[in-house]
């Protein structure tokens, strides 16, 4: 298996991953992050 290498594969490879039972931050946490990040970026 290959590590991904997008964050949206990332994030969609954590979401309900018995090896990542408990990460510090919820998939939907950090995919509010993201989007939040990205759209900074464009108003920049």
Same mark, same amino acid.
């Given at each position: 298996?290959?590590?991904? &290498?997008?964050? +949206? /594969?990332?994030? +969609?490879?954590?979401?309900? &991953?018995? &090896?990542?039972?408990?990460?510090?931050? !919820? !998939?939907? %946490?950090? %995919? +509010? !992050?993201?989007? /939040?990040?990205? &759209? !900074?970026r464009k108003?920049?």
């Open positions: 298996m290959r590590f991904p &290498n997008t964050e +949206a /594969k990332i994030i +969609a490879g954590l979401r309900d &991953n018995p &090896n990542f039972p408990d990460p510090p931050v !919820s !998939s939907d %946490q950090l %995919q +509010a !992050s993201l989007d /939040k990040f990205l &759209n !900074s108003t920049s």
